[in-house]
């Protein structure tokens, strides 16, 4: 009977919140492929490369690992409960009222200066081939073209991108392909010089220590920020109970292929001390082969995936400010859906928060514009926390029998989810070495004030808004019950 009533809640409850199930297989799928890969690959590996060598490897396959342990902690929750407003909703659920509410508009704000970030970078791409287009100009014009297209319809959000997640994924083949036919057949410019040898000859795995090694980590950590973007689409599958699990089990593969593969061979083709900061090494590996359109392809390449986390930013801010208007912890208007079932009225202020990026990065100076950005990365740290610290809770509930047990078991129990805790902590205090990267750890002591204080707020005005609506208690009262 439990595992009945467990299979009624899953097809149900993303109903009562008002989506329609425009998601497909083929597109959760992609959607997963492309939160992986961005431009923290594309571009930030350049900077990794010249600080780390071959070992920053090493960085993304110990990374890597913790994102998969994430992720399958994720995939028990989303089996559990699959929601749109999924990391607040376990949050407010295994953590508390106010961990919901923190987390809820932590992620809001993570997407939205994301979304400003690469809106912005986006701009700055179009620059290579028409240099006299103002950046304004073609900043406003993608995020009006991005705000239509999730506007219309979630399916036309999801085929946008698989599109653009196809190109990154052909981009990142086609390097390794070319780059294993120089290392095989040895043809091009590179032919003579590429070798699997660049990665232990040039001063060692490790030529600047182990300790520049670990430095690494937070910036492979921000590169891997976005792969949890597929449990915001777990109220819009078609089949949550099949895709989810289906696209997380893959997520090993894509990280072992696009992120180690690409490095591998790219650091084979080119001895690391010719990669520098802020140069993409996919534009140097091209450029070593003798490709003649090489800058121009990863230019290309490099805008789709700009574009690519613009779109994921409007799609995830949209659904993530609606439920916490859904709570009462947003203005009401919010919860409004247009004819086609998107939250239209959230979409439109989180997009037209986006818009005042470009207004900032306008009248800023880019170094201040690149601190708010900073912002990002531990914002996504809190939200990798709070999934870890939610599923631990919630195995522990399913197993004292209080809670159904997932379909989608994370292996190891709860061990690798404590570990994958400490490794974020980690991360946090590295940041915390890192002088440009520092100004985020000023900042969200500044933002978790701001929230508290509105928390308060909100508790003494709307106390059903913090305490939760008579659907949270029926819901509180089923788990209760075991279901």
Sequence with gaps: MADQRYDEVIDTEPDEEGYARGLGSRQIQMIAIGGAIGTGLFLGAGTAISKAGPSLILSYAVAGLVIFVIMRALGELLTYRPVSGSFSEYAREFLGPFAGFVTGWTYWLFWVVTGMAETTAAAVYVRYWAPGVPQWASALAFLVLLYGANLISVKLFGEIEFWFSMVKVTAILGMILIGVGVLTLGFSDAGDTASVTHLWADGGFFPKGLGATVMTLQIVMFAYLGVELVGVTAGESED???????????????????????????????????????????????????????????????????????????????????DLALRGQAPGKLTALNARRTPAAAITVSCLLMGVGVVLNYLAPGKAFEYVTSVATVCGLWTWAVILVAQIRYRRAWQDGRLPAPTFKAPGGAWPSRLALAFLVLVVVLIGFDEDARISLYVFPVWAALLTAGYLVLARTRPEAVHGTDRDQRDQQDADAGR
């Design 240 to 322: 949550p109970a099949r895709t989810l699990p289906r696209a997380i089990n893959t997520l090993p593969w894509r990280i072992a292929l696009f992120y180690i593969g690409a490095l591998v061979v790219i650091l084979s083709l080119v001895p690391w001390q010719e990669f520098a900061p802020g140069v993409s090494p996919f534009v140097a590996a091209f450029e070593k082969v003798g490709i003649p359109a090489g800058a121009s392809v990863i230019n290309f390449v490099v805008l789709t995936a700009a574009l690519s986390s613009c779109n994921s930013g409007m799609y995830s801010t949209g659904r993530m400010l609606r």
